[in-house]
């Protein structure tokens, strides 16, 4: 039989374990409910230009992966997938864009900001490049401009 201090220590190590680290906790529920928890986000960046004249040159990476670069003619989409960090930072990504004399970055991803605006169905975050500026958009029919170009 075990003692009163075993069994105190016991529970207390399961109870730390489980608030220090709750996606192991509860790891199946939060693969049956995803879209809750919003962990798995992707991005869109497109070039919604005019013409193909210069087509839209991105560069896109994070704190941790380097997505290269990209050239986006009119109607392209460079898009990515991935899940939101639970430890260190977190989740960042940037892309660089770049139409012919101009130039802007832009925060595609910051996790306290478009974490939850683009936690709704698809989970889903769309940048679009256009002739005035960048816009961003969470379910790809109402934009908002976002940055303009340098």
């Given at each position: 039989?075990?003692?009163t201090?075993?069994?105190?220590?016991?529970i207390?190590?399961?109870?730390?374990?489980?608030?220090?680290?709750?996606?192991?906790?509860?790891?199946?529920?939060?693969?049956?409910?995803?879209k809750?928890?919003?962990?798995?986000?992707r991005v869109?960046?497109?070039?919604?230009?005019?013409s193909?004249?210069?087509?839209?040159?991105?560069?896109?990476?994070?704190?941790?992966?380097?997505?290269?670069?990209?050239?986006?003619?009119?109607?392209?989409?460079?898009?990515?997938?991935?899940?939101i960090?639970?430890?260190?930072p977190?989740s960042?990504?940037?892309?660089?864009?770049?139409?012919?004399?101009?130039?802007?970055?832009?925060?595609?991803?910051?996790?306290?900001v478009?974490?939850?605006?683009?936690?709704?169905?698809?989970?889903?975050?769309?940048?679009?490049?256009?002739?005035?500026g960048?816009?961003?958009?969470?379910?790809?029919?109402?934009?908002?401009?976002?940055?303009?170009?340098?």
């Open positions: 039989m075990a003692s201090f075993t069994v105190f220590c016991l207390f190590l399961l109870s730390t374990t489980t608030y220090l680290n709750p996606v192991l906790a509860w790891r199946p529920t939060l693969i049956e409910t995803d809750l928890f919003c962990i798995k986000y869109h960046v497109m070039n919604g230009l005019s193909n004249e210069n087509p839209l040159f991105i560069h896109c990476q994070s704190r941790d992966d380097n997505l290269g670069d990209h050239t986006l003619n009119v109607g392209g989409d460079f898009n990515f997938k991935f899940r960090k639970f430890f260190g977190d960042w990504f940037t892309c660089e864009m770049m139409w012919g004399s101009k130039h802007q970055h832009v925060d595609v991803f910051r996790q306290k478009e974490g939850s605006m683009c936690c709704v169905d698809g989970n889903s975050c769309y940048w679009r490049a256009q002739d005035d960048i816009y961003f958009s969470t379910d790809y029919t109402e934009w908002i401009k976002r940055y303009d170009w340098l």
